[in-house]
DNA sequence: TGCTTTCTGCGAATCGATTCGACGACTCGG
DNA sequence: CCGAGTCGTCGAATCGATTCGCAGAAAGCA
């Protein structure tokens, strides 16, 4: 008993040493306003009534000292963080402008609902941030991204328990939720319509051969819809990949000039690659529609950048980062109900890049 | 008590209900094995020694039924996180790739560090989620960037005692940590590559005009920068302001032919504005170095990117963000301690993209 | 054998908020 | 004027982990 007075008046001194505001407690409040810790805790919560005056004179004490509720003791006590979970690809390749606009778009949505956003660094292995993530109770759902047919994070979070939803979908789309785009659909579209334009010999410029290679799902159903819409039209159709940045583009385009010259247009879902694409096709002397046609599905900005500006899907970055949350909230609210979907197709911006195949 | 009885007997039935996994905290690690609380969770910490054969069998069920101490539980009582807060600019303008490159390495060091990062995407003003994290006990630190000369929300973080680290720094750079890139040197630099050269009439290519209007250091500092090594070395200086894209960066340049037609060298910190120059420039027929100089400082695939490679000091994000975790985990561990700070001026790249003024 | 010292492990207090039962002070109808 | 029902508030238990003081047991020494 000795020892904790003590160590109360230790900590009583400590607490005028420093700043006024390292201590306040919803204790101290309660000491403040002249009432008890419970009473105001209904008057912030609402979740009792407490009479006019009373509740006046606790909001002139919290103003007046600043008070905001411990997170940490909050999140205990109610068994709910507030915060939601992001696992986005590990720091060592760059983020692609289509990842970058789900993160910015997820935090801006989960802002909104006044939630925070814990980010996960972490690639297919088992990874501390993620398991961290996952079994520490750190986060009240999960969103993953980058998904690949086979996912071992989709398993690990399914028998964990804990809710989640991922921005693109496994080989068996069934018992999760999630947002995607329907990438085949949205390739064969491309597809027919530069067959309708008279092309006979198609090429798809892809993501690269590593990302196909561990399974990388919008790699795979767009290499899918490709096959199948040119199958389906009689055409001719060259396959290549090709990683994710101008210089690749460039070699990739040299490559097909070599070896396929009598690809008439290009369809891509690589936007990284469209500057060296450009770049190629401006050494290579030809000109977009005329000589060669381009299209595909990319993020707005890149459509846009290009010269002339490119016939493309434009993927709704925006859209599908608040539908995940939103899809997610609903989710934590009732982890019991029925898995939801959305799969997107965004319509095929007609712009200046594709055009009457060249005879 | 009976009412106690009743409602720990119907706690018993749902656990029993859901997946096992819900009910793992110590408390039932230290009844599976046999001991108490306190003995688990000083064989976890070490911070007391316990037996090799207790140690064994408390391992040995936290493995079975994978249990991980509760965050929340463990930050109220240790009184911190092990969180970092980030606080990026609002999700209404696109990230820069600096910016990007920024977040990417804090996460990644601070991964390294087992530590989590949670994201606050906030403007100048305060804001909810600023607050929150400022204010909730939600983190250890805080990282800011974007900084302006004078910032609003270092005031808000200084008063608030929570340890923090800029990444730029405001306009009296003392009693605060940050990092930087040291702009008016490397502007200087290559104010100066450009005069030994031969060129007389110089223009800079600024970030945007509400950039410099709100006080953004770069651009002030890159601004100072210029004027003072144009002065100092008799040069004629033009300034731009240009906003963040490739339309902006080739209307910019179409002004500067317009109306400074004698300038034959430009520096920038422009990097998204590159592409747009880049257009500029083919479409006024100019070549790279022959007719045009351009030097600056950009990320380095930016500077690589252009065709022909760009003369440039390439900004260090990955050094820069780990170094800025580093510093922040310094402040944690000692907030009285003087405050660091850590000016970068990475050498000057020579590329393709300069060369003799033209006659 | 008896006493001190070192090991181990336990019980209880603690962090800060939420929430439930209870209780005193009212009002109101009979 | 009295019992029933409301209203406002309080005290105490609780969430899950850490940590401090303490108590047996084992070991060392005389």
Redesign the pocket.
């Known amino acids: 008993m000795v ?2 007075r003590l160590r109360q008046a230790a900590r009583r001194m400590c607490a005028v040493a420093t700043v006024e505001s390292v201590l306040m ?3 101290e409040i309660a000491r403040r306003a002249g ?5 105001v ?2 008057a ?2 609402g ?5 006019g005056e ?1 509740r006046r004179r606790i909001q002139a004490v919290i103003d007046e000292i600043g008070y905001r ?2 997170a940490a ?2 999140a ?3 068994g709910r963080t507030r915060t939601l979970g992001l696992v986005i690809p590990p720091a060592n390749q760059r983020l692609t402008d289509m990842q970058l606009g789900f993160v910015a778009s997820v935090v801006e949505a989960a802002a909104r609902a006044d939630l925070d956003v814990l980010l996960s660094p972490s690639g297919g292995d088992h990874d501390r941030s993620f398991e961290r993530v996952v079994t520490g109770r750190r986060v009240d759902g999960v969103i993953l991204m980058e998904i690949r047919l086979e996912d071992e994070r989709v398993v690990r979070l399914r028998e964990s328990g804990l809710p989640f939803v991922t921005i693109g979908h496994t080989a068996n789309p069934y018992g999760t939720c999630w947002v995607d785009v329907d990438y085949p659909t949205l390739i064969a579209r491309c597809v027919h319509h530069l067959a309708d334009l008279g092309h006979r010999s198609l090429a798809l410029v892809n993501r690269s051969a590593e990302l196909l290679a561990i399974g990388y799902g919008p790699a795979h159903r767009a290499l899918a819809g490709f096959t199948e819409a040119v199958a389906q039209r009689g055409l001719t159709g060259v396959e290549l990949t090709c990683a994710d940045d101008a210089a690749a583009g460039e070699s990739c385009f040299e490559q097909l000039r070599d070896q396929h010259p009598d690809v008439t247009a290009v369809v891509t879902i690589n936007e990284a690659a469209l500057p060296g694409l450009q770049r190629g096709l401006e050494r290579a002397g030809l000109v977009v529609p005329r000589d060669m046609s381009l299209a595909g599905v990319a993020a707005r900005h890149w459509a846009e950048d290009f010269r002339p500006q490119l016939t493309a899907a434009d993927i709704p970055t925006v859209e599908m980062g608040a539908s995940a949350v939103d899809l997610l909230l609903e989710r934590i609210a009732a982890p019991e109900a029925p898995a939801r979907h959305l799969l997107l197709a965004p319509p095929v911006s007609l712009r200046a890049s594709t055009g009457p195949a060249p005879r």
Do not use: D
């Not at 009432?35 to 009473?39: A, E, Q």
């Not at 979740?47 to 009479?51: F, Q």
């Open positions: 020892i904790r407690n919803i204790g009432v008890s810790r419970s009473t805790s209904y912030l919560s979740k009792r009534p407490v009479t009373t509720p411990n003791a909050r205990l006590k109610e």
